[in-house]
């Protein structure tokens, strides 16, 4: 191509240097191929113009020989004319040269600017991101399509700073704005990124945005003086959503576990236990401690391992990779807790665990409801057979005139039985309070009146087979009382005291005044039979009548042992 171009550009400037020669004969035999040359040059390069440099000059002296021309070889001016034609030949090739160098640089260049441009361009489109300019001398603000779209401003339009002030929400200039002066401070040049709401011009929209500014510092006066703001600003509230949303599901998820007693764990072969806060509160570690496998291991009660690991094998060999079991484990603190552990297991290839991610929940209470539960259902058969037998018993012993009267005595002394059943029932059996107990007993015989009756005594809460035995104890008292004694008249008066109990041996006295004037009995009475039958046996207490001119007293004593409430019989 370059032996083209010359070719053709030295034809060109000899055709018009012949058809000039016609009009105007003796001009300058060179004279045309100098543009000639250049031409050649900047079209093809410096190896182009040389080449009609040479061709030019040979093809011109052969012409000018054929016509007799000024040329003459050997000739003194022949040989300058020559070395001028040269070296201003050569000199128009070095120029076109180095200009078509410096043309092809600055070309190269704007066209790696335009292409720098187009891909900068396309990441902050794809990334969503806007970018600004702030020339600080001026104040005047330069903002990118992406910018503006960002922030809700018109494409169209140039950018103020009143604008982007405007655009930024209430709550958060003072913060957003003290890190741009930081960042413009030459001392601190502090290059963080911030966030910060925004309010959008076009729909009043908020939106949180991130920004990312430098400043470029510039000398002046002696000082270091930002003169330009450039950076980013990119819309970031999805992800801020998104955070929120997360952060309120880890709450919810972290209230669930909590007040579920619950605790996430995850094991990994080759890493470990990957322990969480809420499995460390659990066990009684500290919140940010990293437990080892061994150091929970430890808190298996013995023969817990070997159960826990017997019923992972199983699920297995079932070709299941869940499973469920209940195991005891003692905390750091020594406390023993029923957990619940639901797992599910990851297999390789060969079936062989290689993870595990499972939920643990502390199930003590609920362990120990059922405990109770069973120990209540063997407690309310053993005491319905006492009943039973209690009755049984009643019935055989009560006598009376009429079947009408032996009726009244029969039925006032199951309900007396009953009114205690019903007290221990409302403790699960655990016990029955003896205060309420005598209220019970003594509220039928009061006729209304509560100066009838005084009752003195601690709070105790009585074991079940007491409360029953002091309950017919009562009754056969008030039923006596009402019949013959301090009840049967209005003016008379009934005390009920006791001490002791717990671990101390209960004494509860039963005192009447203001009744019929009292002599012994001159026979044992079946009321005797009842006290003693109700209060001895397995109890062990015992019962004492003394029958005094102003009123009936009755002492009632039950050993420690009876009286206390874990007794169990």
């Known amino acids: ?50 080449i009609t440099l040479v061709l030019g000059g040979l093809l011109t002296w052969w012409l000018v020989r054929q016509t007799e021309g000024m040329l003459v070889a050997g000739a003194p001016e022949t040989v300058v004319s020559l070395a001028l034609y ?83 929400h209430r709550a958060d200039r003072d913060h957003t704005w003290a890190q741009v002066r930081r960042a413009l401070d030459p001392a601190i ?25 430098e400043p470029v510092f510039e000398t002046v006066d002696g000082r270091q003086t930002a003169v330009r703001y450039v950076g980013t600003i990119q819309d970031i509230t999805d992800r801020k959503l998104a955070e929120d ?117 502390d199930i003590t209470d609920r362990k120990a409801d059922e405990e109770r539960l069973k120990l209540l259902a063997r407690e309310v058969d053993h005491r319905a057979n006492n009943l039973m037998t209690v009755v049984q018993g009643t019935v055989s012993l009560s006598q009376a005139d009429t079947p009408e009267a032996l009726k009244d005595v029969i039925v006032g002394r199951v309900a007396a039985l009953a009114r205690a059943h019903q007290l221990l029932s409302e403790t699960r059996w655990e016990g029955a309070d003896l205060r309420r107990l005598v209220e019970e007993e003594l509220l039928a015989f009061s006729l209304g009146a509560a100066t009838r009756v005084t009752i003195r005594g601690e709070d105790l809460a009585l074991p079940p087979a007491a409360a029953q035995s002091l309950a017919m104890a009562l009754h056969e008292l008030a039923t006596n009382a009402a019949k013959y004694g301090a009840l049967s008249r209005p003016e008379g008066r009934v005390e009920v005291a006791w001490a002791g109990g717990g671990r101390a041996p209960l004494l509860l006295t039963w005192t009447e005044t203001g009744g019929p004037r009292v002599s012994p009995p ?40 009876a009286a206390a409430q874990d007794k169990v019989n």
């Open 1 to 50: 191509m370059q032996v083209s171009v010359a070719l053709v550009a030295t034809a060109l400037a000899l055709v018009t240097r012949a058809l000039i020669e016609i009009l105007v004969p003796g001009v300058v035999p060179f004279a045309l191929l100098f543009p000639a040359m250049l031409g050649a040059a900047l079209l093809a390069g410096w190896a182009s113009g040389a």
């Open 86 to 168: 040269v070296v201003a030949g050569g000199t128009v090739v070095a120029l076109a040269e180095a200009y078509r160098t410096v043309a092809g640089t600055l070309a190269r260049e704007r066209r790696a600017l335009l292409e720098s441009e187009a891909r900068l361009d396309l990441a902050t489109r794809a990334a969503g991101l806007g970018v600004w300019d702030w020339d600080l001398r001026t104040n005047a603000m330069i903002c990118s399509e992406e910018a503006k779209l960002i922030l809700g401003l018109p494409a169209d339009e140039p950018v103020t700073r009143a604008q982007i002030v405007s655009a930024t």
């Open 189 to 213: 040049r502090d290059l963080s990124p911030y966030e910060y709401r925004i309010v959008r011009r076009n729909d009043g929209r908020t939106r949180w945005v991130w920004a990312i500014g």
């Open 245 to 361: 949303a997360v952060r309120a599901s880890e709450q919810r998820l972290r209230l669930a576990l909590e007040a579920g007693r619950m605790a996430v764990w995850r094991m990994e072969v080759g890493a470990g236990l990957i322990p969480t806060p809420e499995l460390n509160r659990l066990l009684g570690f500290a919140p940010d401690a990293r437990p080892s496998v061994e150091e929970i291991l430890d808190g298996y009660l013995p023969g817990e391992q070997d159960r826990v690991r017997g019923v992972m094998e199983a699920a297995l060999a079932r070709g299941e990779r869940f499973f469920e079991v209940e195991y005891r484990h003692r905390r750091q603190d020594g406390a023993v807790l029923w957990l619940l552990n639901r797992s599910e297991l990851t297999l390789d290839a060969q079936g062989r665990p290689v993870s595990a991610l499972g939920v643990v929940m």
């Open 522 to 561: 001159r026979r044992r009475g079946l009321g005797t039979a009842i006290l003693e039958r109700a209060l001895g046996g397995a109890l062990g207490g015992r019962s004492r009548l003394e029958w005094r001119p102003q009123g009936l007293v009755c002492e009632l004593e039950l050993p420690a042992t």
